[in-house]
């Protein structure tokens, strides 16, 4: 997954875009992967105040990944008149792999907002595991993958740890936490909250609030597979760099077709019951963390 992300964007330095400079963003979804982020980069989007980044994991303060490119082609990628900035990128909750990107945020945009978005840690593994077996990024048996303590697919969803080092450079005030399930039981009171943390009018509605983006029981298609697998080829690359700038409803037609959104969530393999029981207790203290930071509890582990 890393690498693809690192491909989505050669070249990129060697084609500038034209138009306006830009600006710098002031709000950064920082994760969680697989908690839900693309759907709330669409909602956000939707918003009159509200300009999200095209495509939407720019990925750049990583030092692994965009870094180099530099501010300036940062910049372009926001649009200038919008009060309120933003893109969303999973790979800045990525620790060990992918560190001082809390420090580099904070340099950059010292003034900006977070949002952080969780859901049950159990779950979020389950839904990576998929992801990189429907991707081909792993074959290993499920329990196999799973075991290892000292893996992303544990260290992603320790979303204490991952908080951590934000805490050392943005006061908790500026530090917004959404829970996937929030965002599912109660949408519209959920959106609310997150505007109203972003300054912009927190009474907008719209529609297409309604959809949820990269769920279905397509994921653990043959058809997904191969889609996912087929915009790895040269010929392809183009097209996966500039999905996300292709008109909104010609998206959502993409949606439906390579996820299909309307067949209900993915069904999730069981978990032993012994690895099951390891795994609640190896995240029950950072959720207990988690929970007393954000002063309320969320009902994973149970």
């Not at 500038?16 to 697989?34: C, E, H, M």
């Not at 792993?138 to 196999?144: C, G, M, S, V």
């Not at 993958?145 to 943005?170: I, K, M, N």
């Not at 109203?196 to 653990?220: H, I, M, Q, Y």
Request: include cysteine.
């Amino acid at each position: 997954m890393v690498a693809r992300a690192r491909q989505r964007f050669r070249g990129a330095a060697a084609r500038p875009r034209g138009g306006p400079a830009g600006a710098l963003p002031n709000l950064v979804v920082i994760g969680g992967l697989k908690c839900g982020t693309t759907s709330l980069h669409h909602y956000l989007n939707l918003h009159p105040e509200i300009g999200m980044s095209r495509p939407k994991e720019l990925n750049f303060f990583v030092a692994e990944l965009n870094w180099p490119l530099g501010g300036d082609w940062y910049a372009s990628h926001f649009d200038a008149a919008r009060r309120v900035r933003g893109e969303s990128s999973p790979h800045y909750t990525n620790r060990p792999r992918f560190a001082g990107v809390p420090g580099r945020i904070a340099e950059t945009i010292p003034g900006a907002r977070l949002i952080y978005m969780v859901r049950d840690p159990i779950d979020r593994m389950l839904s990576h595991y998929l992801h990189n077996i429907g991707g081909g990024y792993d074959d290993r048996p499920l329990e196999l993958a799973l075991s290892d303590p000292d893996t992303a697919y544990v260290d992603r969803g320790r979303y204490f740890f991952q908080l951590e080092p934000y805490l050392e450079h943005f006061d908790a005030e500026r530090i917004e936490l959404v829970a996937r399930e929030e965002l599912k039981r109660d949408r519209a009171a959920t959106l609310r909250r997150v505007f109203a943390f972003l300054g912009v009018d927190e009474d907008f509605d719209s529609p297409e609030f309604e959809r949820e983006w990269e769920t279905g029981t397509a994921k653990n298609s043959g058809r997904f597979k191969a889609m996912d697998r087929a915009v790895r080829l040269p010929g392809l690359r183009t097209l996966d760099r500039n999905f996300d700038r292709l008109p909104e409803r010609l998206r959502w037609a993409v949606e439906r077709v390579v996820h299909d959104p309307g067949g209900g969530a993915a069904p999730k393999p069981d978990l032993p019951g012994d690895l099951r029981a390891r795994l609640v207790e190896l995240y029950r203290p950072d959720v207990e963390q988690l929970e007393r930071w954000a002063g309320r509890r969320f009902g994973w582990l149970e």
